[in-house]
C-alpha cells in the first residue's frame, strides 16, 4: 500500500502546480482532493489517510456503510469525511444519513429529493447540533440520457428551492461528471464550461456570491484540467488507488 502513499503525493503536488495556472478570479481557495474509493477494500483507505487524505468518496449507499461502521475505520480513521458521489434514491435516504462523519451529499439532482434530505436530517444530526447538512446540486452537462443529474434549465430553480425552503441544508455547490474521454486538445471541456455558466447564472438570479459556490468537477484523466479552469472539488479514485475491482451484484 506504499504505492496509494506515494499516488497521493504525486497527485497532491500536480494539483498545487494546477492551481497557480488559474486565472487571478479563480485563485481564492486550494482545491480540494476527494479520494474516489468506491470498490476499493477499506485497508487502501486507511493506507489513504494514513498517508493525509481525509475527504472520500462513495457510490454505492450499502457499500458506504459498509466501510463508515467497519471496526477498521472507525478505529483508524477518526476525521474522516466522506462524500457521496453516487446516485441517490429517496428509499436510501435514511440509510445514507446515519453514515458518521458524512461530510456532503454532492449528488443532489431534484427538489423532491431535498426535500427528503431536509425532513430526514433532523432526526440524524447530533442532537446538540443544529447544523446543517452539506450539498450539492449535481447537473447532467452532457446530457446524456444514462448520466443522473438536473437538466441544465433546472439548476437555478433546484437552487432556489434549497436555499429559500430547505432550512436544515447547506448549499455548497454544482458538481458534473461529463462525458468520458473528452480530448482536452480540443479545447476547454464543454461540460466544466457549462458548469461554470451554471454557477455564473445562480450567482446572477440568486445573488449568491461566486465564492460561495463550489465547482465539483475532474476525475483521474481530467483532474489538472479541471483545477485550471475553477474546479474547487476534484474526485480521483484510481490514479490514487490503481485499477477498480468490478461491481459484483
Ligand atoms: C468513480 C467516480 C469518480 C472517480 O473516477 P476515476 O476515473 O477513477 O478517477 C469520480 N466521480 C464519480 C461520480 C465517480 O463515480
Known amino acids: 500500500m506504499a504505492e496509494v502513499a506515494a499516488n497521493l503525493k504525486s497527485i497532491c503536488d500536480k494539483i498545487s502546480h494546477a492551481a497557480t495556472k488559474r486565472a487571478p478570479g479563480y485563485q481564492y481557495c486550494e ?15 486507511v493506507s489513504a489517510y494514513e498517508a493525509g487524505q481525509r475527504h472520500f468518496g462513495e457510490n454505492y449507499v450499502n457499500e458506504l456503510m459498509e466501510k463508515a461502521f467497519s471496526s477498521l475505520i472507525i478505529k483508524n480513521c477518526k476525521q ?20 458518521p462523519n458524512l461530510y456532503v451529499i454532492e449528488t443532489v439532482y431534484s427538489e423532491r429529493l431535498a ?16 447544523s446543517k447538512l452539506n450539498v450539492m446540486v449535481q447537473v447532467n452537462t452532457s446530457q446524456e ?6 437538466d441544465v434549465a433546472q439548476v437555478s430553480t433546484i437552487v432556489k428551492h434549497i436555499v429559500e ?7 455548497m455547490g454544482l458538481m458534473t461528471i461529463g462525458m468520458y474521454g473528452y480530448d482536452i486538445k480540443n ?11 451554471c454557477r455564473e447564472k445562480i450567482h446572477e438570479e440568486l445573488e449568491i456570491d461566486v465564492k460561495d459556490i463550489e ?5 483521474s484523466n481530467d483532474y489538472e484540467h479541471a483545477i485550471e479552469l475553477g474546479s ?13 475491482p468490478q461491481k459484483s451484484n
Open 31 to 45: 482545491p480540494r482532493l476527494v479520494a474516489v474509493s468506491k470498490l476499493q477494500p477499506p485497508d487502501s483507505i
Open 80 to 99: 474522516i469525511r466522506w462524500h457521496f458521489i453516487g446516485n441517490l434514491q429517496r428509499n436510501k435516504v435514511n440509510k445514507l444519513l446515519c453514515i
Open 115 to 130: 426535500n427528503a434530505l431536509n425532513n430526514s436530517w433532523p432526526k440524524f444530526r447530533n442532537s446538540d447540533s443544529s
Open 145 to 150: 440520457k444514462e448520466k443522473s443529474g438536473c
Open 165 to 171: 425552503n430547505c432550512s436544515n441544508l447547506n448549499f
Open 187 to 197: 479545447g476547454p471541456n464543454p461540460d466544466f464550461i457549462c458548469l461554470m455558466k
Open 215 to 219: 465547482l465539483s468537477m475532474g476525475m
Open 232 to 244: 474547487t472539488n476534484v474526485r480521483v479514485g484510481s490514479a490514487i488507488f490503481g485499477d477498480r
